[in-house]
Structure formats: C-alpha cells, structure tokens
C-alpha cells in the first residue's frame, strides 16, 4: 500500500491550494477515502472524507471553505481549500476512513499570516 500526498507549499493566508494523493495497492474504487492533517505538536485530525460515490463530508474547521473530490480512473483523491488561514498549517495526509492504511508521506501546508 502506498499513499502519497503531493501540492503542499507556501501560501499566503487567504490564499488557495489543490491537494492531491495517489493510492496504490488498494481496491481505490471500493474505500471510502480521507484526508488528515496534523499540526506541530498536535494529534493527526480528520479533516474530509469523500464516499465511493463521489459524497464529501468536512470538519467544521474547513466545512465551506474546502472541496474534497475523487477520480477512481485515477486512483486519486483531491483538497481544494481556499481562504487558507494559519491555523491550516499542518502537514496533510491521505488514508481511508478511520486511517484504515498504513501511513504515507504526507505534504506540508504553511499558511503565513
């Protein structure tokens, strides 16, 4: 199993970015998928989830300001955040529901003030 996470970077607060992850050694099609995040000095949190059949769900913390989307053909999960503030600096992590995988390699989000 592979999880790798990849659109991290530096960005201004009120600014936007797409994440995406590529999943291998799964049945992609058939999981429900998630992205996490955790913050320095925090635990990993649950940020969206996105159904098989295409159904986000958000924490409040970015509910209405974050799309979460999939492409089965792709084996890839996405996050478009926009109006990115401090508090989203994290690095953000792929898993299926509950982290259900083994970990990946996250990418990191600094959201400068």
């Known amino acids: 199993v592979q999880l790798q996470a990849s659109g991290g970077g530096l960005v201004q607060a009120g600014g936007s970015l797409r994440l995406s992850c590529v999943a291998s050694g799964i049945f992609f099609s058939l999981n429900d998928m998630a992205w996490y995040r955790q913050a320095p000095g925090k635990q990993r949190e649950w940020v969206a989830s996105?159904?098989?059949?295409?159904?986000?769900d958000y924490a409040d913390s970015v509910k209405d300001r974050a799309t979460v989307s999939r492409d089965n053909a792709k084996n890839t999960i996405y996050l478009q955040m926009s109006n990115l503030k401090p508090e989203d600096t994290a690095v953000y992590y792929c898993n299926g529901l509950y982290g259900k995988f083994p970990w990946g390699q996250g990418t990191q989000v600094t959201v400068s003030s």
């Open positions: 996105v159904s098989i059949t295409g159904h986000g």
